[in-house]
């Protein structure tokens, strides 16, 4: 048999050859950018033009061979027990990720690969970073089909083409129970309240790079005001009051372009956002030009996070987000319902096995001591250098604020005791913080990785301590807990976990 056959019959299997062109394509895109540039900076385009258009054939030529020598040094294997991926044109990388390694698999179709009908398929296993394993690009069916393998095999189904295996059908995610939708009204108000100022950030950075192809000084007020004078002459007869009316100007045209800026990014990231409760756990789909297509399995939800904002509150607007097995903290995103009602949260909660918290909840705050040993290590310093500067004529008039900020140190640490609150109920541990801005988090018991007590030097002599819990997306920590509170969590969560068979859980 020739090795294209020998691979076959040992089930290897190579990625989408429009892959090739994807690929291709990236490479032209990456390189389009610079070539303009370049050529404007070398004269324009009326010479320019006629070098950038045999660059790009080559870019392109280049691209073509190099995505062609790629795909088809990369292979993968579904086997048994794993998935095998060898890659590599002079050295060869082969690695082999067991089904109980993978966490999760989620499906991601970027612009140009979802032209092609092409999806990128990583295999999460909550090591993050470069540890995952990644296919690009693969048919949707395959995708699709390798998802579902993988699940199969970590609930312990035969693999399909074994003879003891049932026949199966075309690979495709079950279509579930709704749970949870935004249409374009609800991702307009999202995106009002998504304020963003990225695109100034962009856009001076960009004057200030490329400021040698403007005709005038970007940052040259009196520039400015020469060429307003003539739409803009009756604003320069108020007086000191066009300061006033300029700025209030400014800051108006600034609020908008944010407000613009928030609502394209929510309906990019977010368009025809959906969750969704399988058999296989809870899909989420959304996207205008990347489209991303992840399922979590319930039982693998270690904690829910329910968040708001400032003036998302005012409203009655909060966010659900899951933390899994699969997440690592850097990069994985598990919002599920990302601008929601409470009621429209409630549900999302119960069906990931957890509960909010009740009007019997019996929360508890943190050691006054803890925060009372904050202020004064905040304020003392502060006082003590505004005091002194009341004797140094030249930054007298520093003391005063000086003073405020040791004020508001203080009014902070108590604030900050107010409204924080910890709380374990027989299956869940709950913290609530935050009244500007709250937070409230809820870890299983059963699924928390790690119970640690730390005390300083004064945290021993005061009596309290912090108590942390390890998660896969981080930690959940309790800061200042008097020692017998911390003490008393840490077994409650202990005893939970001892009481666990973890051979009988779902993997």
Do not use: C
């Amino acid at each position: 048999m020739s090795t294209a056959q020998e691979e076959i019959a040992q089930g290897w299997q190579r990625t989408h050859r429009l892959a090739i062109a994807v690929a291709a394509l990236r490479g032209v895109q990456q390189a389009l950018i610079p070539l303009v540039l370049v050529t404007i900076g070398s004269g324009g385009f009326g010479g320019g033009v006629f070098l950038v258009v045999p660059i790009l054939l080559a870019i392109l030529s280049l691209g073509v061979g190099a995505a062609w020598l790629k795909w088809r040094r990369l292979r993968y294997r579904v086997g048994e027990s794993d998935i095998k991926v060898e890659q590599g044109l002079i050295s060869r990388h082969a690695r082999s990720v067991p089904y109980e390694r993978i966490q999760d698999v989620s499906l991601e179709q970027k612009p140009i690969p979802r032209l092609f009908g092409l999806v990128e398929v990583r295999f999460e296993t909550g090591a993050g970073g470069k540890d995952e394993l990644q296919l690009a690009y693969v048919s949707m069916e395959e995708g699709e089909r390798l998802r579902e393998v993988v699940r199969d095999q970590r609930e312990g189904v035969a693999l399909a083409g074994d003879p003891a295996a049932p026949e199966q059908g075309p690979a495709g995610e079950p279509r579930g129970e709704l749970l949870f939708a935004m249409g374009p009204d609800r991702l307009l108000t999202f995106g009002l309240f998504s304020f963003s100022l990225v695109v100034i950030a962009v856009i001076a950075g960009a004057a200030q790079q490329f400021d040698v192809f403007l005709s005038f000084d970007p940052w040259d007020f009196s520039e400015w005001e020469d060429r307003l004078a003539g739409p803009g002459a009756w604003l320069a007869g108020l007086g000191w009051a066009s300061r006033i009316v300029g700025g209030m100007i400014l800051f108006l045209g600034l609020i908008v372009l944010g407000m613009v800026t928030g609502v394209v990014r929510t309906f990019l990231r977010d368009w025809d956002f959906r969750l969704e409760k399988t058999p296989k756990g809870f899909r989420r789909r959304r996207g205008l030009l990347t489209k991303t297509d992840v399922v979590m399995p319930a039982h693998r939800v270690q904690a829910v996070t329910v968040g708001t904002g400032l003036m998302r509150k005012l409203w009655g607007w909060h966010g659900l987000s899951f933390i899994s097995l699969a997440q690592d903290a850097k990069s994985a995103n598990h919002d599920v319902a990302p601008f929601a009602k409470m009621e429209e949260i409630a549900p999302i909660v119960r069906e990931a096995g957890f509960a909010l918290p009740a009007d019997t909840t019996d929360w508890r705050r943190p050691s006054s001591k803890y925060r009372t040993d904050k202020a004064l290590l905040g304020a003392i310093p502060l006082l003590l250098v505004g005091f002194v500067t009341f004797f140094l004529e030249p930054v007298v008039w520093l003391g005063p604020i000086i003073l405020a900020l040791a004020a508001f140190e203080v009014a902070h640490q108590y604030y900050l005791w107010l409204h924080e609150r910890h709380a374990v109920d027989p299956r869940q541990v709950l913290s609530r913080r935050g009244w500007l801005v709250p937070r409230l988090e809820i870890a299983d018991k059963v699924k928390l990785h790690s119970a640690s007590i730390t005390q300083g030097p004064l945290a021993k002599k005061r009596g309290y301590a912090s108590l942390t819990f390890g998660l896969a997306g981080g930690t959940l920590s309790f800061d200042g807990l008097p020692l017998a509170d911390a003490e008393a969590m840490r077994g409650q969560v202990l005893d939970s976990i001892a009481a666990v068979d973890f051979a009988r859980l779902p993997r």
